[in-house]
């Protein structure tokens, strides 16, 4: 199960929305969603996004799909050493997250199947 710190940014499992975790209290993350009010929620029913730099980046920024290299080369120069271990962090920042939302998912439908095998 995911790990959630204070700021992280998360998406709900059962319903459409997300928010930033703002506090972590007897076992359940409380968290502020799009209007301001926190809720609170198991970590079960969470995925946390990554920061900008990460997941959150990729689903959020203009230049979706784009790589260092494709941004240096439309603007006619070769990446820097810094942008070329930016993007490596990124990218290694991106995986983490998807392996940790998989086996988030992976857990969630074993305990679906768990249910569907109890009520048949």
Not at 44 to 57: E, N, T, W, Y
Not at 88 to 102: E, F, T, V
Request: net charge neutral; proline share 2%; charged share 30%.
């Amino acid at each position: 199960m995911a790990q959630f710190e204070i700021g992280d940014k998360v998406k709900f499992l059962n319903a459409v929305g997300g928010g930033i975790v703002k506090k972590i209290q007897g076992g359940m993350v409380y968290v502020e969603d799009e209007t301001g009010f926190d809720m609170p929620f198991a970590p079960s029913q969470l995925i946390r996004m990554a920061d900008q730099a990460g997941v959150g980046k990729v689903f959020n920024d203009e230049t979706i799909g784009q790589s260092v290299e494709k941004k240096a080369k439309e603007e006619h120069r070769e990446p820097t050493q810094l942008e070329l271990i930016e993007e490596n962090r990124r990218l290694r920042s991106q995986n983490a997250n998807m392996q940790d939302q998989i086996k988030q998912l992976k857990s969630q439908v074993l305990s679906l199947q768990r249910t569907i095998a109890r009520i048949s």
